[in-house]
């Protein structure tokens, strides 16, 4: 699991645990890979690494998952901050978590720093309160993050990725040159990508003959990828009902879905 500020075991989570997406898993490659890989090359053409990455877009649609590939498969460290955690009452100074993390990360370079919900740790300042009070927590957040985005060198490998369905939130200061340089717009499926999502998500899962996932994926628009892998949960769950309720010794099942809730099984493979 997560925790706050420090480095975690990220499962290991390869590219083709994300269906779609081509056009962004590209260029996060580009992002974090290339700097490593072409260190040298990088540096000869005067070229500077992006410090910072903006993902984008609805939630449910794999913005998480993606960053957590990105480190594992460029093995980096990978820590994580969230503003759930960061305001809670328990942990107190929330500046310190962030300039701890920012540490952590140069002593484990190269690392990404995760902003989830980015959003919640750094919103615009002001909000509701009408003053600037200049010294609330999110503002001095705010300006630790700030503080430490700036202070990254080129040469520290120390890249900040944020994550937030709502970019409108965000304090324009953090989308100035040498903060979040690239914003990366992560949109949901579409039916091609929702055909790859339920391959994915029914790897593990027997499928009777007639499961037409094609054309599950042509009636399942506005589906984000967190709700398919609801309907492949359910789809599973409903027969493994079934199985119990029909009779407790059946040896194994397929599960056949479609959206609309109505799950048939079929004896006789191996489960
Ligand atoms: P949120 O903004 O709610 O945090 P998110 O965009 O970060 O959402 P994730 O948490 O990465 O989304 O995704 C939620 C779940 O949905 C993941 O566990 C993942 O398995 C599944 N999922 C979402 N999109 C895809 C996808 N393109 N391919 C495979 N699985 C997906």
């Known amino acids: 699991s997560m925790t706050r500020g420090f480095q975690v075991q990220v499962d290991q ?7 779609g997406l081509e056009d962004v898993k590209k260029r996060l490659k580009q ?3 290339w700097p490593l890989r072409y260190k040298n090359s990088f540096q000869r053409l005067g070229l500077k690494p992006p410090r910072g990455i903006l993902l984008y877009g609805p939630p449910g649609c794999s913005k998480t998952t993606l960053v957590k590939v990105i480190a594992s498969s460029a093995n980096v460290s990978f820590l994580s901050i969230n503003g759930a955690q960061l305001y809670s009452p328990f942990v107190g100074d929330s500046e310190k978590v962030v300039r701890t993390t920012f540490q952590k990360a140069r002593a484990s370079a190269p690392a990404i720093i995760f902003l989830d919900e980015t959003e919640a740790i750094v ?3 002001n909000m509701g309160n009408g003053g600037s009070s200049g010294d609330s927590v999110q503002e001095r957040v705010l300006s630790s993050l700030l503080n430490e985005m700036d202070g990254v060198e080129s040469a520290d490998s120390v890249l900040v990725v944020g994550a937030t369905n709502r970019p409108d939130m965000l304090d324009a200061a953090l989308m100035r040159p040498g903060r979040f340089d690239q914003a990366l717009y992560v949109p949901p499926p579409d039916e091609k990508a929702r055909l790859e999502i339920l391959k994915i998500h029914t790897k593990h899962i027997p499928l009777d003959v007639d499961v037409d996932l094609p054309n599950i994926a042509k009636r399942t ?4 990828g967190a709700d398919l892998q609801n309907v492949c949960r359910e789809a599973a769950m409903v027969a493994l009902r079934k199985l119990n309720t029909a009779a407790n010794v059946l040896p194994a099942l397929h599960a056949i879905m479609i959206p609309e809730n109505a799950v048939l099984i079929k004896q006789g493979a191996e489960a």
């Open 13 to 19: 989570m390869k590219w083709d645990d994300v269906g």
């Open 31 to 33: 992002a974090v890979e």
């Open 123 to 125: 919103g615009k300042r």
């Open 221 to 224: 628009n506005y589906y984000t």
